[in-house]
């Protein structure tokens, strides 16, 4: 299953959008992808990682701006379908919010992208 999905900002340090809107979920989520693309010196734009843990799978690309789109998912969980998902989601996302994303700041795009985040962790 699908636990979170969430756009962070790599060096900037703050979530643009996450889904579930759970506090704890959301630092945890934030602080796991920041932790993840800093300990993997040989992430670059464009590619897929993931990293995985008893409890969860962080499965993770970025962009050429320095956003980390992300799909926290359980272990079990395919990672093809986990990038399948990660990258449909970036695509809409991009499509629907690419405009704001520059300027956004700390979750303002949590609210109005809202029903796309909970499509895609329905998935």
């Not at 979170?4 to 602080?31: E, K, M, N, Q, Y």
């Not at 272990?75 to 998902?85: E, G, K, L, N, Q």
């Not at 996302?93 to 704001?100: E, K, P, S, V, Y």
């Not at 795009?109 to 499509?119: G, K, N």
């Amino acid at each position: 299953s699908v636990y979170c999905l969430s756009i962070v900002h790599a060096t900037r340090g703050f979530c643009f959008c996450i889904f579930p809107d759970i506090c704890l979920l959301f630092i945890v989520c934030v602080l796991m992808c920041r932790e993840q693309v800093a300990s993997n010196a040989h992430a670059r734009p464009g590619g897929k990682y993931t990293a995985t843990g008893d409890l969860q799978s962080i499965h993770y690309s970025l962009d050429h701006m320095g956003r980390i789109y992300s799909i926290v998912t359980n272990p079990s969980f395919s990672v093809r379908t986990a990038f399948t998902i990660l990258e449909e989601f970036q695509q809409a996302f991009q499509r629907d919010f690419g405009g704001r994303l520059s300027t956004a700041s700390e979750e303002s795009l949590s609210r109005v992208s809202t029903p796309m985040l909970r499509d895609f962790c329905e998935k």
